[in-house]
């Protein structure tokens, strides 16, 4: 089994975190893993994105191949549609709706929505809205990571649960409940 | 003890060379290298791991550690080969005593950077040995491998890796940490001083030295064929990470025979071997077309060799699982065509950011002259190139700005400014600074500090609080040496300086200092959690 994962988003959004968990995840859960990150200029406001690729076999390439990721996990609706010539047929887009608009020439917020609803497997939500109306604003990347946890399958949501715990650890208990809260919270909003 | 752990490729260097036993590593930050020297600065305090202020610095530095017999680590990202490029091709003149290391990053594509150079043209100029490795296990792997390598041939060895290694995280087995070498200074006065008599002979040791660095390429444990079982026309020379773009397309039941390079000298017995059961070669490599170029006279011109030379594979851009694909027959599947409404996002000067001002006064001041012309540097600052400011005319190399400027007003231009950043500064921009002064060239030096080398994530700066000594020392007079705080209340305090100074006949300097953002945030955040 393997899964390709695209995550996207802009600069700071948070994007590597999300990264990050998984990555955790997949190591502990004694999966072949290959993350191909973007450090450097890109990082400030420009689009990021992270090729993560799991699998219980071997994997060669770092960067996944167009056509064939099964998952695109983005923090912004126009990053999502970024990557959607990589996307298999049966894919599915996992997106923030909410747009960040660091550009002149952004374009017309329903235009970009109603691209993604054409595509097959689209599953997208006000996050930072979610992330607000609980108390939440720093984790509003871990509420997306809830809502993709179903779609991962070679990792269970519970394995997540348990690297986000891990990963936060650091930061304090307070932080690690926060984002177990964010997490729960995205997953129950996907049916 | 043996442990796995998820590391990037640049990760699995830095611990590879700590495990390898290095006692120093010398680098100026750089992407995609920066993370190597963070890394061992954050696991490895026993290291040696200061930031240095250039890449010719740090190989010197590297070099006399060798000198006294210890192993040391140069990391670098491509371009700053090129600064320390006299050290580097002379270090391979003296030879080595503790084993020396150079990491050289590329970056096709020129994700970060102005261009994209393939670092293994180096190698093969200095005439040492390269090493190249393909996976983040290899390139951990390959660090005590490229020290013995280093010290049983008396050479600096080159390792090059590129931007998706350097920034790819994988699992990766480490194992045992070798303990540091001691103290053993060189006395062989005749290889260290290269007066022309001394260099001759130890050119000629070089020479001499080169069927070794071919016989140890021929047996080399990273350099591998992968066989088929089935007849093929095709055969692929993969090096480096394009070995792993191969074999991602690789149908196992009918495979073309691989041959995997990661250590040069080319292995050119390997290569003629596997020339000889197909009909042709097909070269995917990373970077320019360093081995298609050498197979070509190699095999002669009635071998067909494909690659990025003949437009079976892109001529420029880092390779990708979908370029080689393609130049190895495999069909393109993908179901969406590219989505309608998406717009580049280029990255932009962080909000609240001390550069910002700086560049609001300069255009607004600039606007009063027909003919202002604004010299860049390499930094984030480089961003304001780019909308909204528009405020640079040149980015070319580290100090550029200076020279460039000094060469504009030379010609007779008028007002010529310069922008720097303050790791820049030090890095290239003071010996062209004295050249300016020494010539009373009128031009305006704006060194732009936020206390840190901020495009590549926060590092030491190394003249940090030095500034205004460094200027006097080298001679500006201290009436047009200015330091401001760019912030939008002193922006008439600012745009006044700049007016008066771009009419003075001679070199002002002029500091705008504030802090960078996002050192600053993270300085706030750390705080926090030390309070909670």
């Known amino acids: 089994m393997k899964k390709d994962i695209i995550l996207a988003g802009v600069g700071g959004q948070g994007i590597l975190t999300i990264a990050t968990i998984i990555g955790d ?16 200029m890109s990082q400030r406001g420009g689009d990021v994105q992270s090729n993560l690729r799991l699998s219980t076999e071997v994997i060669y390439s770092d960067l996944i ?73 720093k984790s509003a990347n871990i509420i997306l990571l809830g809502m993709a946890a179903k779609f991962i399958e070679i990792l269970s949501p519970e394995q997540l649960r348990e690297s986000i715990a891990r990963v936060f650890a650091i930061k304090g208990e307070e932080v690690v409940k926060a984002n177990l809260a964010a997490f729960d919270l995205g997953l129950a909003a996907v049916k | 003890m043996i442990e796995r752990k998820l590391l990037l490729g640049d990760e699995a260097v830095a611990l590879g060379a700590v495990h390898a036993g290095i006692s120093g590593v010398y680098a100026y930050p750089g992407t995609p290298s920066t993370e190597i020297t963070e890394y061992i600065q954050h696991h490895a305090p026993e290291v040696r791991s200061r930031w240095c202020t250039n890449e010719k610095t740090a190989m010197e530095a590297a070099l006399g550690m060798s000198y006294a017999g210890k192993r040391a680590l140069v990391c670098m990202k491509h371009v700053g080969m090129n600064v320390a490029a006299d050290a580097f091709v002379n270090s391979a003149i003296t030879g080595v005593n503790g084993g020396v290391v150079v990491l050289a990053a590329d970056d096709p594509s020129m994700h ?73 200074l060189d006395n062989e006065r005749t290889h260290w001083v290269l007066l022309p008599g001394n260099a001759r002979r130890q050119y000629a040791s070089l020479v001499d030295k080169q069927p070794a660095l071919q016989a140890s390429s021929e047996v080399s444990p990273y350099n591998k064929s992968v066989s088929s079982h089935h ?37 050119e017995t390997c290569i003629k071997e596997l020339a000889g059961q197909c009909e042709s070669l097909l ?75 700086v560049y609001d006064a300069l255009n607004k001041v600039a606007a009063e002259y027909k003919d202002a012309r604004i010299f860049g540097d390499i930094g984030c600052y480089t961003l304001g ?9 040149s980015c070319v190399d580290m100090g550029a700005s ?14 010529v400014i310069a922008v720097i950043g303050d790791s820049t500064f030090t890095h290239s921009g003071m010996t062209g600074l004295l050249d300016a002064i020494n010539d009373h060239s009128p031009i ?21 609080n030095k500034f205004e000594a460094i200027c006097l020392g080298l001679g500006v007079e201290p009436e047009h040496l200015h330091v401001v705080v760019p912030l939008p209340k002193n922006m008439e305090e600012i745009t006044n300086i700049l007016r008066k100074e771009i009419e003075y006949q001679g070199v002002s300097v002029i500091i705008p200092r504030r802090e960078c953002m996002q050192t600053l945030k993270r300085k706030v955040r750390q705080n926090r959690v030390k309070q909670s």
């Not at chain 2, 780019?386 to 005319?393: E, H, N, S, V, W």
């Open chain 2, 231 to 267: 007849k093929a026309t095709m055969g692929i020379i993969a090096c480096g990470i394009a070995f792993n773009y191969v074999m991602e397309n690789r149908p196992q039941e009918k495979g073309f025979p691989v041959l995997k390079i990661s250590q040069y000298p080319m292995p």
């Open chain 2, 283 to 357: 070269i995917a490599e990373d970077g320019q077309p360093f081995v298609e170029e050498q197979i070509k006279s190699l095999l002669g011109s009635d071998y067909v060799v494909k690659g990025r030379l003949t437009g079976d594979l892109p001529r420029m851009g880092e390779l990708t699982p979908d370029s080689v694909g393609v130049a190895m027959g495999v069909e393109r599947t993908t179901t969406f065509a590219d989505a309608q409404y998406v717009m580049p996002r280029p990255p932009a000067l962080c909000q609240g950011c001390g550069h910002r001002d």
């Open chain 2, 444 to 464: 305006t030096v704006i060194i732009s500090d936020n206390l840190t080398t901020a495009m590549t994530g926060g590092q030491d700066s190394a003249g940090t």
């Open chain 2, 402 to 415: 200076i020279t460039m400027a000094k060469g504009a007003a030379d010609a007779g231009a008028h007002p």
């Open chain 1, 25 to 40: 995840a997949a190591a502990v859960a004694g999966l072949s893993l290959k993350q191909a990150e973007v450090h450097g």
């Open chain 2, 112 to 184: 970060s950077s102005q261009n994209e150079q393939d670092s293994r043209f180096y190698g093969k100029f200095a005439m040492i040995p390269i090493l190249e490795p393909s996976t983040q296990q290899e390139a951990y792997d390959i660090m005590p491998y490229a020290f013995s390598l280093s010290e049983e041939l008396k050479l600096p060895v080159l390792l090059r890796v590129v931007t998706r290694l350097a920034h790819s995280r994988a699992g990766v087995v480490v194992g045992e940490r070798r303990t540091q070498n001691t103290l053993h």
């Open chain 2, 385 to 393: 190139a780019l909308p909204p400011f528009r405020a640079i005319d």
């Open chain 1, 65 to 137: 191949k167009q056509g064939s990721a099964d998952l695109i996990i983005s923090m912004e609706p126009m990053e999502a549609l970024r990557y959607v010539r990589y996307l298999n047929e049966n894919g599915s887009i996992i997106t923030s709706s909410h747009p960040f608009k660091n550009i002149p020439n952004y374009p017309n917020e329903e235009d970009i929505i109603a691209e993604l609803q054409s595509l097959p497997h689209t599953v997208s939500l006000p996050i930072d809205d979610i992330a607000k109306a609980n108390s939440l604003p």
